[in-house]
């Protein structure tokens, strides 16, 4: 009986791809190992809808993987910005060069292989050995997990370490081995636009009459997780010390997300602050005694939603009088400079722009929009 079941979940999931698949994408249909990798790096933490635009303009910017490895560094980067999650980017130019280096540019064409790749994991490697050299290769992501536990009426949580293999699994015994990439791509555009998390299309979806969650009422109950997203809250405050045409910045040493990135002088805080005139005195003449200054200006409290974390935060603009000794060891910028880098609009408009905090508002990788 199982056994039909999977047969049949092949035949109808390839007569539905076949049929009514009418989901578009750029990169879709793509056989060119490079284009393929490209998109499924950006697509990392990344929504479809989002990395859409991202990916043409790297393809427009650098057709081929050699111009990749042959661009600067801050112009990749560059056309990075609003991403997040800047290793990625990072990991993107060393693989790049390393492939154009040690082997003339051209991808490696096994799953194994592709693994050796810096940022290349399971999912990655097996939508470039299927997309591109058709290798029977599952792909596992949300909307594979999704359908595999509707159909199949799995109750053993996909987040958890015995689950990622029992989809795995089931995974690649169901996938069509002579077209594998045809497969995955089906699989994973019936997840995102029949097999949808919230209300999705049973009334007519091709697979209503194999399907175990449809048949014993437990659709929203399908796929169970294990573990429950726990969210933090951060506040920040920047202050952006202008003196003599110049503007402070740091760049970030911690390890995270936005290592290596710059950003304004950040005050971190266990709680939110609301920054007067009055706070933004005490503060300063506590920190830098010696200080003479101007309060320019202050923004409104901003917030960005991320994955795992809300942050919220202000800025400050101050305009110094004079050098305090503190503030010297920090690294200064010239303004003009900044906002050619950037495209920033001019500094007194800076902190009237949307706070995206997913950049931690890092200076060289602007995200003010």
Request: glycine share 4%; charged share 25%; proline share 3%.
């Amino acid at each position: 009986m199982e056994k039909d079941v999977k047969k049949h979940f092949k035949l109808l999931l390839m007569n539905w791809h076949n049929h009514s698949n009418n989901r578009q994408m750029p990169w879709k249909g793509e056989k060119n190992p490079y284009k393929i990798w490209l998109s499924e790096i950006i697509l990392q933490q990344t929504r479809v809808e989002q990395g859409w635009s991202y990916y043409e303009k790297f393809i427009h910017h650098f057709p081929t993987i050699q111009d990749l490895a042959n661009a600067k560094d801050e112009n990749v980067f560059k056309l990075w910005e609003g991403l997040g999650y800047y290793n990625r980017c990072k990991n993107l130019l060393f693989t790049a060069r390393e492939i154009t280096k040690n082997n003339q540019g051209n991808f490696p064409n096994t799953y194994e292989s592709l693994l050796e790749l810096k940022g290349v994991g399971p999912y990655t490697a097996a939508a470039i050995a299927s997309f591109a050299f058709n290798l029977p290769h599952a792909v596992v992501d949300g909307n594979v997990f999704r359908v595999l536990a509707r159909v199949f009426g799995i109750t053993t949580p996909s987040d958890s370490t015995i689950g990622k293999q029992v989809f795995t699994n089931l995974a690649n015994e169901v996938i069509d081995t002579k077209n594998a990439g045809l497969f995955n791509q089906a699989i994973m555009d019936f997840g995102a636009t029949v097999c949808k998390p919230f209300i999705p299309l049973c009334s007519s979806c091709a697979l209503e009459k194999i399907c175990s969650a449809k048949s014993e009422g437990k659709v929203n109950q399908l796929p169970v997780k294990e573990k429950v997203l726990q969210k933090k809250n951060r506040f920040f405050s920047y202050f952006l010390f202008e003196y003599q045409g110049k503007i402070l910045v740091n760049k970030r040493d911690g390890k995270d997300i936005w290592q290596s990135l710059f950003e304004f002088y950040l005050l971190e805080s266990d709680e939110l602050i609301q920054w007067d005139k009055n706070t933004i005195s005490a503060w300063i003449q506590q920190q830098f005694a010696d200080l003479q200054f101007d309060i320019a200006h202050v923004s409104a409290t901003q917030s960005q939603q991320l994955t795992h974390q809300k942050i919220r935060g202000q800025f400050v603009k101050i305009n110094l009088k004079n050098m305090p000794f503190a503030l010297k060891k920090h690294q200064w910028i010239d303004v003009k400079k900044l906002n050619e880098l950037d495209k920033l609009r001019s500094i007194d408009s800076l902190s009237d722009n949307k706070f995206k905090a997913c950049s931690i508002v890092l200076i060289i990788n602007c995200f003010f929009k």
